[in-house]
Protein backbone atom coordinates (compact mmCIF):
# COMPACT_ATOMS: atom_id res chain seq x y z
CA UNK A 1 0.00 0.00 0.00
CA UNK A 2 1.42 3.47 -0.84
CA UNK A 3 1.12 5.93 1.50
CA UNK A 4 -0.63 8.84 -0.30
CA UNK A 5 0.77 12.75 0.55
CA UNK A 6 -1.28 15.61 -0.89
CA UNK A 7 1.06 18.56 -1.25
CA UNK A 8 -0.10 22.24 -0.91
CA UNK A 9 1.83 25.48 -1.39
CA UNK A 10 1.75 28.88 -1.52
CA UNK A 11 -1.84 29.88 -0.08
CA UNK A 12 -0.46 32.92 1.07
CA UNK A 13 -3.80 33.49 3.49
CA UNK A 14 -5.02 36.18 5.70
CA UNK A 15 -7.87 36.83 7.19
CA UNK A 16 -7.41 40.80 7.57
CA UNK A 17 -5.89 40.78 3.75
CA UNK A 18 -8.28 37.83 2.30
CA UNK A 19 -6.44 38.43 -1.10
CA UNK A 20 -6.20 34.98 -2.33
CA UNK A 21 -8.39 33.12 0.93
CA UNK A 22 -11.34 32.66 -1.71
CA UNK A 23 -8.88 29.69 -3.54
CA UNK A 24 -8.62 27.68 -0.27
CA UNK A 25 -12.46 26.46 0.05
CA UNK A 26 -12.28 24.66 -3.06
CA UNK A 27 -8.70 23.63 -2.48
CA UNK A 28 -9.71 22.11 1.00
CA UNK A 29 -12.76 20.45 -0.59
CA UNK A 30 -10.49 18.59 -3.14
CA UNK A 31 -8.30 17.56 -0.62
CA UNK A 32 -11.18 16.13 1.58
CA UNK A 33 -12.24 14.21 -1.08
CA UNK A 34 -8.50 12.92 -2.54
CA UNK A 35 -7.76 11.08 1.50
CA UNK A 36 -4.67 11.33 1.90
CA UNK A 37 -2.96 10.25 5.21
CA UNK A 38 -0.89 13.31 5.31
CA UNK A 39 -1.07 16.66 4.24
CA UNK A 40 2.23 18.68 3.76
CA UNK A 41 2.14 22.32 3.40
CA UNK A 42 5.59 23.66 1.73
CA UNK A 43 5.45 27.26 2.82
CA UNK A 44 4.00 30.99 2.18
CA UNK A 45 0.97 29.63 4.04
CA UNK A 46 0.60 33.48 5.04
CA UNK A 47 0.20 36.76 3.24
CA UNK A 48 2.63 37.91 5.46
CA UNK A 49 3.37 36.01 8.71
CA UNK A 50 6.58 37.42 8.32
CA UNK A 51 5.18 40.83 10.10
CA UNK A 52 1.82 39.58 11.23
CA UNK A 53 1.19 36.84 13.88
CA UNK A 54 -2.22 37.21 12.73
CA UNK A 55 -1.60 35.74 9.62
CA UNK A 56 0.10 33.06 10.96
CA UNK A 57 -2.44 32.21 13.48
CA UNK A 58 -5.07 32.24 10.38
CA UNK A 59 -3.07 30.26 8.27
CA UNK A 60 -2.81 27.58 11.38
CA UNK A 61 -7.01 27.54 11.73
CA UNK A 62 -7.22 27.44 8.16
CA UNK A 63 -5.06 24.06 8.17
CA UNK A 64 -6.86 22.89 11.17
CA UNK A 65 -10.34 23.38 9.60
CA UNK A 66 -8.86 20.61 6.39
CA UNK A 67 -9.95 17.92 9.40
CA UNK A 68 -6.20 15.93 7.93
CA UNK A 69 -3.53 15.39 9.14
CA UNK A 70 -1.06 17.89 8.57
CA UNK A 71 2.22 19.38 8.65
CA UNK A 72 4.32 22.08 7.12
CA UNK A 73 7.62 24.03 6.85
CA UNK A 74 7.82 28.05 6.33
CA UNK A 75 7.94 30.58 3.27
CA UNK A 76 9.57 33.68 3.01
CA UNK A 77 6.26 35.41 3.69
CA UNK A 78 5.99 33.39 6.32
CA UNK A 79 9.47 33.67 8.61
CA UNK A 80 11.55 36.32 6.14
CA UNK A 81 14.20 35.57 3.73
CA UNK A 82 17.31 34.26 3.73
CA UNK A 83 19.94 36.99 5.50
CA UNK A 84 22.21 37.23 2.50
CA UNK A 85 19.49 37.97 0.04
CA UNK A 86 18.76 41.79 0.08
CA UNK A 87 15.25 41.51 1.83
CA UNK A 88 13.42 44.07 3.92
CA UNK A 89 12.10 40.71 5.96
CA UNK A 90 15.11 39.16 6.82
CA UNK A 91 14.62 35.52 8.62
CA UNK A 92 15.49 36.47 12.59
CA UNK A 93 15.56 34.59 15.52
CA UNK A 94 12.08 36.25 16.60
CA UNK A 95 10.50 35.32 13.50
CA UNK A 96 11.00 31.66 13.49
CA UNK A 97 9.59 31.45 17.04
CA UNK A 98 6.63 33.23 16.06
CA UNK A 99 6.09 30.80 13.54
CA UNK A 100 6.94 27.63 15.58
CA UNK A 101 4.15 29.28 18.50
CA UNK A 102 1.60 29.85 15.98
CA UNK A 103 1.70 27.35 13.21
CA UNK A 104 3.84 24.43 13.83
CA UNK A 105 7.90 23.80 14.34
CA UNK A 106 10.20 24.83 11.48
CA UNK A 107 10.77 21.35 10.12
CA UNK A 108 9.87 17.99 10.73
CA UNK A 109 10.26 14.03 9.62
CA UNK A 110 7.91 11.51 9.21
CA UNK A 111 8.77 7.81 8.71
CA UNK A 112 6.09 5.89 6.27
CA UNK A 113 7.35 2.24 4.85
CA UNK A 114 10.47 2.63 2.63
CA UNK A 115 10.71 6.71 3.13
CA UNK A 116 12.02 9.07 5.60
CA UNK A 117 9.78 12.73 4.77
CA UNK A 118 11.66 15.18 5.42
CA UNK A 119 10.32 18.72 6.34
CA UNK A 120 13.09 21.96 6.58
CA UNK A 121 12.69 25.64 6.24
CA UNK A 122 15.00 26.95 3.82
CA UNK A 123 15.07 30.51 4.60
CA UNK A 124 17.09 30.32 7.85
CA UNK A 125 18.45 26.74 7.51
CA UNK A 126 22.13 28.69 7.48
CA UNK A 127 21.52 31.28 9.99
CA UNK A 128 19.53 28.82 13.23
CA UNK A 129 21.54 26.19 14.23
CA UNK A 130 18.70 24.40 16.03
CA UNK A 131 17.42 23.71 13.44
CA UNK A 132 20.03 22.76 11.17
CA UNK A 133 21.19 20.09 13.56
CA UNK A 134 17.64 18.73 13.86
CA UNK A 135 17.36 18.70 10.45
CA UNK A 136 20.94 16.91 10.26
CA UNK A 137 19.74 14.27 12.64
CA UNK A 138 16.34 13.50 10.62
CA UNK A 139 18.85 13.08 7.75
CA UNK A 140 21.50 11.00 9.62
CA UNK A 141 19.04 8.79 11.05
CA UNK A 142 17.10 7.88 7.79
CA UNK A 143 19.02 4.49 7.57
CA UNK A 144 18.07 2.48 4.40
CA UNK A 145 14.93 4.87 3.93
CA UNK A 146 15.18 6.97 1.05
CA UNK A 147 14.47 10.77 1.55
CA UNK A 148 12.40 12.96 0.15
CA UNK A 149 12.83 16.35 1.03
CA UNK A 150 9.82 19.11 1.26
CA UNK A 151 11.16 22.65 1.76
CA UNK A 152 10.27 25.87 0.05
CA UNK A 153 12.46 26.57 -2.25
CA UNK A 154 13.87 24.37 -4.74
CA UNK A 155 16.98 23.05 -4.16
CA UNK A 156 18.50 24.82 -7.31
CA UNK A 157 16.83 25.89 -10.15
CA UNK A 158 18.57 23.77 -12.61
CA UNK A 159 21.40 22.07 -11.07
CA UNK A 160 23.48 21.45 -7.92
CA UNK A 161 26.87 23.17 -8.65
CA UNK A 162 24.55 26.48 -9.90
CA UNK A 163 26.25 29.54 -8.32
CA UNK A 164 24.03 31.60 -8.96
CA UNK A 165 22.09 34.10 -5.76
CA UNK A 166 18.50 34.81 -5.94
CA UNK A 167 15.55 34.92 -4.97
CA UNK A 168 14.11 31.87 -6.23
CA UNK A 169 16.30 28.85 -5.30
CA UNK A 170 18.21 27.46 -1.89
CA UNK A 171 21.51 29.69 -1.94
CA UNK A 172 24.34 28.01 -2.61
CA UNK A 173 25.96 27.71 0.59
CA UNK A 174 23.05 26.21 2.65
CA UNK A 175 22.83 24.00 -0.50
CA UNK A 176 26.10 22.78 -0.01
CA UNK A 177 25.47 22.38 3.70
CA UNK A 178 22.11 20.46 3.29
CA UNK A 179 23.75 18.35 0.55
CA UNK A 180 26.53 17.38 3.08
CA UNK A 181 24.22 16.31 5.54
CA UNK A 182 23.71 13.34 2.99
CA UNK A 183 27.52 12.10 2.67
CA UNK A 184 27.60 10.36 -0.43
CA UNK A 185 23.93 9.70 -0.38
CA UNK A 186 20.96 11.69 -2.40
CA UNK A 187 17.57 13.16 -1.51
CA UNK A 188 15.43 10.77 -4.01
CA UNK A 189 13.16 13.45 -4.06
CA UNK A 190 12.95 17.33 -3.15
CA UNK A 191 9.03 18.66 -3.43
CA UNK A 192 9.05 22.20 -3.13
CA UNK A 193 6.62 25.68 -4.13
CA UNK A 194 7.92 29.09 -3.92
CA UNK A 195 8.22 29.52 -7.60
CA UNK A 196 3.99 29.10 -8.18
CA UNK A 197 5.25 27.29 -11.36
CA UNK A 198 5.09 23.55 -12.11
CA UNK A 199 8.05 21.71 -12.70
CA UNK A 200 8.66 18.20 -12.33
CA UNK A 201 12.27 16.75 -13.97
CA UNK A 202 15.39 14.57 -12.87
CA UNK A 203 18.57 16.12 -12.58
CA UNK A 204 21.75 15.26 -10.35
CA UNK A 205 20.08 11.81 -9.48
CA UNK A 206 17.09 13.52 -7.62
CA UNK A 207 13.38 14.17 -8.54
CA UNK A 208 12.81 17.37 -8.65
CA UNK A 209 8.96 19.00 -7.90
CA UNK A 210 8.14 22.18 -7.73
CA UNK A 211 4.30 22.12 -7.15
CA UNK A 212 1.91 24.60 -8.07
CA UNK A 213 0.38 27.37 -6.01
CA UNK A 214 -2.48 27.71 -4.41
CA UNK A 215 -3.17 31.42 -4.09
CA UNK A 216 -1.65 33.12 -7.59
CA UNK A 217 0.75 33.01 -10.59
CA UNK A 218 3.34 35.73 -11.55
CA UNK A 219 2.71 37.02 -15.37
CA UNK A 220 5.39 36.55 -17.89
CA UNK A 221 6.21 40.11 -18.12
CA UNK A 222 7.44 39.81 -14.45
CA UNK A 223 8.93 36.26 -13.91
CA UNK A 224 10.42 34.22 -16.60
CA UNK A 225 8.47 30.93 -17.27
CA UNK A 226 10.18 27.96 -16.55
CA UNK A 227 7.50 25.40 -16.15
CA UNK A 228 4.05 25.81 -16.38
CA UNK A 229 1.71 28.71 -14.65
CA UNK A 230 -1.13 27.03 -13.00
CA UNK A 231 -2.76 26.34 -9.91
CA UNK A 232 -3.37 23.16 -7.87
CA UNK A 233 -1.45 20.49 -5.99
CA UNK A 234 0.30 17.22 -6.03
CA UNK A 235 -0.54 14.11 -5.21
CA UNK A 236 2.96 11.80 -3.93
CA UNK A 237 2.49 8.08 -3.98
CA UNK A 238 5.53 6.51 -1.22
CA UNK A 239 5.57 2.84 -1.79
CA UNK A 240 7.26 0.30 0.56
CA UNK A 241 9.90 -0.79 -1.93
CA UNK A 242 11.65 3.08 -2.40
CA UNK A 243 8.92 3.73 -5.44
CA UNK A 244 7.09 6.97 -5.64
CA UNK A 245 4.51 8.50 -8.07
CA UNK A 246 3.23 12.25 -8.54
CA UNK A 247 -0.03 13.66 -10.23
CA UNK A 248 -0.62 16.73 -10.39
CA UNK A 249 -3.78 17.87 -9.95
CA UNK A 250 -4.63 21.41 -11.82
CA UNK A 251 -7.06 23.15 -10.13
CA UNK A 252 -9.48 25.38 -12.89
CA UNK A 253 -12.05 25.57 -9.72
CA UNK A 254 -9.45 28.27 -8.50
CA UNK A 255 -9.57 31.85 -9.90
CA UNK A 256 -5.94 32.41 -11.27
CA UNK A 257 -5.04 35.72 -10.06
CA UNK A 258 -1.79 37.52 -11.41
CA UNK A 259 0.13 38.88 -9.27
CA UNK A 260 1.19 41.75 -11.18
CA UNK A 261 -2.31 42.93 -11.11
CA UNK A 262 -2.50 42.88 -7.13
CA UNK A 263 -0.29 45.46 -6.28
CA UNK A 264 -1.95 45.69 -2.99
CA UNK A 265 -0.32 42.26 -1.66
CA UNK A 266 3.24 42.91 -2.40
CA UNK A 267 3.30 46.12 -4.15
CA UNK A 268 4.26 46.79 -8.27
CA UNK A 269 6.22 44.05 -9.59
CA UNK A 270 9.38 45.27 -11.67
CA UNK A 271 9.17 44.21 -14.82
CA UNK A 272 11.50 42.18 -16.76
CA UNK A 273 13.79 44.18 -19.02
FE1 LIG B 1 4.64 32.17 -2.64
FE1 LIG C 1 7.95 32.11 -1.40
Redesign the pocket.
Known amino acids: MAFRVAQIT ?1 THLSRTRPLFDGNFPPLAEALRAARPELVVHT ?2 LSLDGADSEEDLRHGRAMMDSLGLDWVAVP ?3 DVG ?1 DLTLPSRQPVTAERHARWEGCVAPLGFFRDVPGWRLVGLDTQGFAANPRHREATAAAIRGAGERRIALFQ ?2 PIAEEALADTAVNYWPLLPEPRAELLAMFGDRRPALVAS ?4 QLRDREADGIRHIWAPAAAFIVGDAYHKPVGRKLLGWVEHSFHPDGTHEARVHAMEELTPHELGAIPEAYGALTRLG
Open positions: DGDGNHDHKGHVH
